[in-house]
């Protein structure tokens, strides 16, 4: 039941406790750290040909400043799969720094 499973949650991985007061806070996020806002995270995720979608101070960003981590072409691991669609797409992974540094020259 839902029940059981929310016990063994509290009891497994939250040592019980319920209350936010009882929680550890946790020191290696830095102190004055804010969520990304929903332009930040797409700007992390989106293709390269999808970037007209967003603003054009984001667009402009992904052509010159970041063009390294949307690559026109790139790699496919199968990993074991049979179509194309299941392929882990080899691209590297976004600094989110320099997408925040880049941002604030872009609306400064």
Do not use: W
């Amino acid at each position: 039941m839902i029940t059981d499973l929310g016990k063994n949650i509290v009891s497994d991985f939250l040592r019980g406790k319920t209350v936010i007061e009882s929680f550890e806070v946790d020191f290696n996020c830095p102190e004055n750290s804010r969520p990304y806002t929903p332009f930040q995270q797409l700007m992390a995720i989106m293709p390269h040909k999808s970037m007209h979608l967003l603003p054009k101070e984001y667009g402009e960003i992904a052509r010159t400043s970041m063009l390294e981590y949307f690559p026109s072409s790139f790699e496919c691991d199968l990993n074991g799969k049979t179509y194309s669609y299941e392929a882990i797409v080899l691209i590297p992974f976004v600094d989110e720094k320099r997408i925040l540094e880049e941002e604030e020259k872009a609306f400064a």
